[in-house]
């Protein structure tokens, strides 16, 4: 029902500023275009979900039928678009994940004590409890992209209870880390397969609220006649954890290993099953699905991503690491006046320097962590549809990204205990080259699938194809490079990583100048060995340069 | 030059697909419909900044004319759109603006030791930095928000010198608490005054840059004839700032006071002019300019904030406040097995529970930060233009949000010091209090100017008008009553606290319900005193309620 057609001369003013006014249009949370929908019922889909539907003009719809109009909005039941919400869960689930990575950049392994057992096997444990968190937060996070692409639209109620959502996912982190502290203890246990089940209740209360409410769901739902066999594969899918988890609470109580065994059954079992059925695929050819329940594995809970929440939860967790040591220096490092007066003789140039090596951890963190957000940033940029393995291997490249602050603390203090210098330095390079060559592996990944998941620009022999690769591999380039410097000249393993942090940025800066000159060379070998005294080709001309290469044509 | 058309199998089949598959449109960050573009020059307008050219279909362009096909994103010299790039900024300097608030909820203030003078300057002085520093940030960021309306699309190098110039603003906050602690060392000044002037070096770099590349410039400034002038124009509002404090990084040397005045230009020069042509404009009337200059001022460098970034930047806000007493919890409140042992005789319950205020905390600031943010996000839902007092009055209220955590650690803490009970009470009240009227007062700024700010169904006489209208006011009422009952009732000041805790989630979740009853019931109020015996209508039907109350008709 349009209200804002009700005829008064106050709406007729508005409908005229609407159609004058120009609009941004919003196709953000586009629940078909995220490729949720399987390509055989692509005939089903009529328009996308006009997420934010202020303006009139029925051409916004990408498929042509306008299937919500502008008043949709003012619908009495208050319905709204869900791409705020979605950002701001974002926003509040890369927090979180990323929460135990501050006891590892916290503990102080004050460079006058030993590094001696007891220091690495707590590290190792914060470490292991950090990666852990992340991991069971990146789950529970993609859990909630696929809960929300059953939910179309959202109202009031809906928004309250994915707060309440939000909650208690909360607490995971604190009640995973209770339970690797204390191991025989049932409580541990039981508090946080609590917290699995409590995510489970409100995740169900959200389903079971939407499908009361139809309008609120997906269109394709919506207008299935099968909502009902949707509902409970929805509920099963959701409450399967949370099952696991209330026997693993039960069997805590007496025999907690059987306990822990659950447990891992439901963090691992995502992954396990995605990668199976990855492989499966890969060996066997794209599943074909029974023909009786066609339509109901059109909807495919295990479909492809959102790139929006993967692009929105990745730039989460970035700006968190990328600002992690800053936090710490501004709480910490505004030197006392008092210890100014006494410890510096008033100097606070001399207080300053002292907490210096902190301040090029920072600088060194913050350039890493930004030029790894901008190679993410610059391929997803050309990804169209991020899948099941490319969100896999992103989870993997974030929660390295999230050691980076922690590497860079132990680097700079390298300066005060020389025996340790080449293995923090060489830490610090192996941190570096898994979260970048795990970047790089989404690219290789989307290149097996590329007519599906990247833009042709970037495709093999697409023009962009070179700069691309070359921005993935920068980086595990250098650190490798670093890495193994660091075994031939051992004793100026310092000087070279600091090099590479220097190197980097302006290569990345100089990239497409350097890349355009590889492949002059590269062309130019050849031709060299084939025919004596070639013409190369100008440098100043990059069209020619990359289209003849990358299109060969006879010269 | 449209690459992806050049004759060859591969691209032909990459066309294909290119319509066939359904791609998201982003018209995320138009330009011009983020409303600086003042109305008398709107005929000018061709066509949105297609940001994310994808689709083929011209439809998409909602003013009709396509300035830019899908070829453009594959162009040689690999521009790109802006949004994600500014949404990665936006979390990064909510982060940076909420940084100092860490020191203030890390104050130690144990409920055994006295409250007395001491621990009161130094608190009210974190506080004070950590105002003073949201507010710069919040200064930083609007004028970042301004760069970018001039940069219409990005490349690589754009994005490079952005993440150069975040670098740059992440130092504000330490150097400003630096220039706090040591006010009479020219260190400090200077330290600061270098910082801001690193940010105007790098903006300027970056419109260099951008005008040096016209292609990257908002098509309005692109096209136009002037573009010289408006370079100086924007080139001198961005070194306005750094050159003032370059004068008082002089200064500090001889003469800090001077410098101080010259950095309180600085930081309050733009909240001054705005309020002052907000004054002059609604008592004057809106200004007319100078009819010589007029192309010259259609780009309105003062004109209303983009609202996806305002969005963004408060996003990023509310997410950080809601989660930082979590943060700590998983930080610091994770039993040790040795305490546990020893302390409670290896009662993990017992060691948990001694932590249990601080997890009634957490819960009680997360509630109360989702809360406002969802007011937030329904206010804003509707909300066409983000005007400049709104901006402002939204800065005001995500500062006192900030100060939430630290009033319920208070509140939580009190049980253990009956007498600062009653005071602790009444602080954290007026904190929500002010954090929520704030918003109230965005909604009252809005209404203001209510034709062009919000949307026809929330406008005076619009349906959803009474029930934002109660959302908003919900807090404000609630802290306020809270308050108040603390005066007379002294003795039960945390109960109410509590009630008040519990009370209002509830409330929100049946505000509908709730709205509907009030409307009703003062609809039934006047009938019943002008007709004896009239027939209420059925409270079951909420648009019939809402609808003749709304638009009274007869009866």
Chains 1, 2 share one sequence.
Request: charged share 15%; proline share 7%; hydrophobic share 45%.
């Amino acid at each position: 029902m349009r209200r804002d057609e009700l005829p008064s001369p106050q709406k007729t003013g508005a409908l005229k500023s609407l159609t004058e006014q120009e609009k941004p249009v919003r196709k953000h949370y586009l629940l078909f275009d995220s490729g949720c929908v399987t390509p055989w019922k692509r005939e089903d889909v009529t328009g996308p979900t006009m997420s934010r539907p202020q303006s009139p003009e029925p051409a916004l719809n990408v498929q042509g039928a306008s299937s919500i109009g502008p008043g949709d909005e003012d619908a009495a039941d208050g319905t709204q678009h869900s791409h705020r919400m979605l950002s701001f869960s974002d926003a509040l689930l890369s927090i979180i994940a990323t929460v135990m990575i501050l006891p590892v950049t916290h503990t102080n392994i004050s460079p006058e004590q030993e590094f001696d057992k007891s220091i690495q096997k707590l590290l190792a444990t914060r470490i292991a409890v950090y990666l852990m968190t992340f991991l069971i937060v990146t789950v529970a996070w993609a859990a909630h992209t696929r809960l929300f692409q059953v939910v179309g639209k959202i109202d009031d109620t809906l928004a309250l209870l994915n707060l309440a959502c939000m909650m208690t996912i909360t607490f995971l982190p604190f009640t995973f880390s209770l339970m690797v502290t204390f191991p025989d203890v049932p409580l541990g246990i039981f508090l946080f397969c609590m917290c699995v089940i409590a995510i489970g209740a409100v995740q169900a209360l959200i389903v079971g609220y939407a499908f009361h409410f139809p309008h609120l769901l997906n269109p394709q739902i919506q207008r299935s006649a099968h909502r009902a066999l949707y509902k409970q594969h929805i509920l099963r899918i959701i409450l399967r954890g949370p099952a696991l988890c209330f026997a693993a609470a039960g069997f805590s109580l007496f025999f907690y290993p059987a306990s822990y065994l659950l447990m891992v059954t439901v963090i691992f079992l995502p992954y396990v099953s995605k990668a199976a059925s990855w492989c499966r695929g890969s060996l066997v050819g794209p599943r074909e699905p029974p023909a009786h329940s066609l339509e109901f594995f059109t909807f495919d809970l295990h479909g492809p991503l959102s790139k929006e929440r993967v692009d929105a939860f990745s730039d989460g967790v970035y700006a968190i690491v990328a600002t992690l040591l800053i936090l710490d220096i501004c709480e910490d490092n505004v030197p006392d006046p008092k210890d100014v007066r006494e410890k510096f003789s008033g100097s606070l140039v001399a207080a300053l320097s002292e907490s210096g090596p902190r301040f090029l951890a920072y600088f060194g963190s913050f350039a890493t962590v930004g030029l790894l957000w901008f190679a993410h940033h610059s391929l997803f940029l050309h990804v169209r549809k991020a899948t099941q393995p490319m969100g896999l291997l992103n989870t993997l490249s974030l929660a390295f990204v999230g050691g980076l602050p922690l590497a860079y603390q132990q680097t700079s203090a390298f300066a005060r205990q020389p025996h340790d210098e080449l293995e923090r330095v060489r830490v610090s390079c192996a941190i570096i080259f898994f979260a970048s060559i795990f970047q790089f592996a989404i690219w290789t990944t989307a290149l097996l699938q590329e007519g599906e998941t990247l833009q042709p620009s970037v495709r093999f022999g697409g023009q962009e194809h070179a700069f691309m690769f070359a921005k993935l591999a920068l980086y595990p380039c250098a650190s490798l490079l670093a890495f193994a410097s660091t075994c031939i000249l051992t004793r100026f393993s310092t000087a070279i990583f600091h090099l590479m942090q220097i190197a980097v940025p302006f290569a990345f800066l100089l990239l497409r100048l350097l890349v355009r000159l590889a492949l002059a060379i590269l062309r130019a070998l050849p031709r060299l060995a084939l025919r004596p005294a070639p013409t190369p080709p100008a440098p100043g001309d990059p069209r020619d340069d990359t289209r003849s290469l990358l299109h060969p044509a006879p010269c």
